[in-house]
């Protein structure tokens, strides 16, 4: 069974940093695209970043210069640097993988989510 382990998520102050890993563990044969989403109490998810295999990236305009998502290719491990954190960041991060099982399937699966909470 595929699954996407999230870890780094907590508590820190407006200004600072924290840093998201979010490993695809399982019989994972190739993965095409990862990306990290938050959804804030009240609100709808929204897109963070996506990051395919290949480098590209994607990001929302409100983190652009302020976090950074990357791949591990061989660790099949997204991350995502948050930098210059403001309290509207809070919220609970989760990751979502597209990717091709090594039994062949093709799979859209979440992590159970990871909260980040940025005091003022």
Do not use: H
């Not at 897109?47 to 099949?76: C, E, H, P, Q, W």
Request: one cysteine or more.
């Amino acid at each position: 069974q595929v699954q996407l382990v999230e870890s780094g998520g907590g508590l820190v102050q407006a200004g600072g940093s924290l840093r998201l890993s979010c490993a695809a563990s399982g019989r994972v044969f190739s993965i095409s695209v990862m990306g990290w989403y938050r959804q804030a109490p009240g609100k709808q998810r929204e897109l963070v970043a996506t990051i395919t295999s290949g480098g590209s990236t994607n990001y929302a305009d409100f983190v652009k210069g302020r976090f950074t998502i990357s791949i591990d290719n061989a660790k099949n491990t997204v991350y995502l640097q948050m930098n210059s954190l403001k309290p509207e960041d809070t919220a609970v991060y989760s990751c979502n993988a597209v990717l091709r099982t090594a039994m062949g399937p093709v799979l859209n699966i979440w992590g159970q989510g990871t909260q980040v909470t940025v005091s003022s």
